[in-house]
T-cell receptor, first 108, second 113 residues
């Protein structure tokens, strides 16, 4: 069964802290997406990765295919990073399966 | 100059009505999608089209009918609206069906009264 688990569900941190959001999945995948949903509701694709690590600004995404695990890191977090972060593995059936999301709040 | 635009942003209607949501992308992408986000904020695929051809049709009631007149447009028509159809509907596109990066529209919040 294709399952996705994200942790934590909610995360509150002080501005400047290093943030880690985790995503585990049950079976092999072809790729994994990280999405950001802003408080206003809009969704932005942050990363798509199938191996290793990708970096964009203060955001870093890593994936370990053997351990079926991916992490999203935010360095020097800022209140504007407050959003819901969603991981979405592609289990090779052309459909993304979405995690339940991690609600991140960064306090100034 | 929005990449993926969907209209309307808000849709409030009575049970039993028929309504449509329109989506257009100007990115030259081959693949378009409709996703539903329920009240618990859980996202789920509804449909996917590639070059006007239906490739994914999840277990969605047949009251929902997607229409793709060309590869830049994917509209969603919903017949006989029910209370449970209330949700946010997102259109998205990707370069092709190979699991590429997704570009989302801003969402349509549908409220059925």
């Amino acid at each position: 069964k294709n399952e996705v688990e994200q942790s934590p569900q909610n995360l509150t941190a002080q501005e400047g802290e290093f943030i880690t959001i985790n995503c585990s999945y049950s079976v092999g995948i072809s790729a994994l997406h990280w999405l950001q949903q802003h408080p206003g509701g809009g969704i932005v694709s942050l990363f798509m990765l199938s191996s290793g690590k990708k970096k964009h600004g203060r955001l870093i995404a890593t994936i370990n295919i053997q351990e079926k695990h991916s992490s999203l890191h935010i360095t020097a977090s800022h209140p504007r990073d407050s959003a819901v972060y969603i991981c979405a593995p592609n289990f090779g059936n052309e459909k993304l399966t979405f995690g339940t999301g991690t609600r991140l709040t960064i306090i100034p | 100059d929005t990449a993926v635009s969907q209209t309307p942003k808000y849709l409030v209607t009575q049970m039993g009505n028929d309504k449509s949501i329109k989506c257009e992308q100007n990115l030259g992408h081959d693949t378009m999608y409709w996703y539903k986000q329920d009240s618990k904020k859980f996202l789920k695929i509804m449909f996917s089209y590639n070059n006007k051809e239906l490739i994914i049709n999840e277990t969605v009631p047949n009251r929902f009918s997607p229409k793709s007149p060309d590869k830049a447009h994917l509209n969603l028509h919903i017949n006989s609206l029910e209370l449970g159809d209330s949700a946010v509907y997102f259109c998205a596109s990707s370069q092709n069906r190979g699991g590429e990066k997704l570009f989302f529209g801003s969402g349509t919040q549908l409220s059925v009264l």
